[in-house]
């Protein structure tokens, strides 16, 4: 395991989250990664395998890479991923199957992955299948973003906080699309999938433990509002605040507008 990693320099509560603020992004990724690792690892302690939901996305990238400089044993753990494109093969570039390929299951060899088959002939017996695998057994940690519109996985705003679904086929807006533009992961608006495949946020929130990391100055609107707005769909984010074991990592850019 690598040198504890720093403390924040400012931290706060709101609602029931805890906000973890550091000065640069690789402070808030060694700390998010160690606490992450920590609590994956305690989960296989105490009950002998841990169950986790990862997400995909540039933003998450150093975290990722950070988590797995920790001693885990993967081979007890159990992975999910957040969401896929429908339509698009596990090996087209902008796969989220692909990105935990590269990021995750190319360096450590879980129990299981657990991938969204988005080129699915019926997605929305795909919405099932996923669900019930979901719902074999408690999920113990959840690793998440937050989107530029406020969105967690591709719940996007005005989002069903209480949806009865674990699982759902949505049409992803504007904003969403054009924030995987500017993430690098299609080339214009046009090229980016209409539909998708997603873990509703209900899903999101059984984990026991959320580790949420949140990097660069084009998510501090996001982060502002999460913190200030009422809990409601119109920033699913906010929902963030009812959880009673959720970290929100933040680094000076996206903390900007606090």
């Known amino acids: 395991m690598t040198n504890p990693p720093s403390p924040p320099f400012a931290e706060s509560q709101v609602d029931t989250l805890r906000v973890l603020r550091y000065r ?10 160690a606490l992450a690792a920590q609590a994956i690892s305690g989960a296989v302690e105490r009950q002998g395998g841990a169950r986790i939901i990862l997400a995909s996305a540039p ?24 969401d896929e494109y429908v339509g698009l093969e596990a090996t087209h570039a902008a796969s989220f199957r692909r990105y935990q390929r590269e990021h995750v299951l190319d360096r450590v060899q879980p129990a299981v992955f657990h991938g969204i088959r988005g080129e699915s002939r019926d997605p929305l017996a795909e919405t099932l299948r996923y669900a019930g695998l979901l719902q074999a057994a408690p999920i113990d940690v959840v690793c998440a973003g937050i989107g530029e519109n406020g969105h967690l996985a591709f719940n996007d ?10 699982v759902k086929i949505v049409t992803l807006d504007e904003a969403c ?29 059984a984990g026991g433990e959320l580790f949420v990391i949140v ?34 990592f933040i680094d000076a850019d996206s903390s900007g507008l606090l």
């Open 157 to 166: 705003p005005p989002a069903d906080l209480h949806d009865t679904q674990r």
């Open 215 to 248: 990097p660069g100055p084009r998510k501090a609107e996001a982060v502002k509002n999460t913190l200030n707005l009422p809990v409601s769909g119109a920033c699913p984010a906010t929902v963030l605040r009812t959880h009673p074991k959720a970290s929100l």
């Open 59 to 82: 933003s998450q990238a150093g975290f990722l890479q950070q988590l797995l400089t920790h001693r885990v044993p993967w081979e007890k753990v159990t992975v999910f991923h957040m």
């Open 177 to 205: 699309r054009q924030q995987q533009v500017n993430d690098g992961c299609f080339p214009s608006l046009e090229s980016v999938p209409l539909t998708a495949i997603t873990l509703t946020v209900p899903a999101l929130l």
């Open 24 to 33: 640069t992004r690789a402070e808030m990724d060694a700390a998010a990664g």
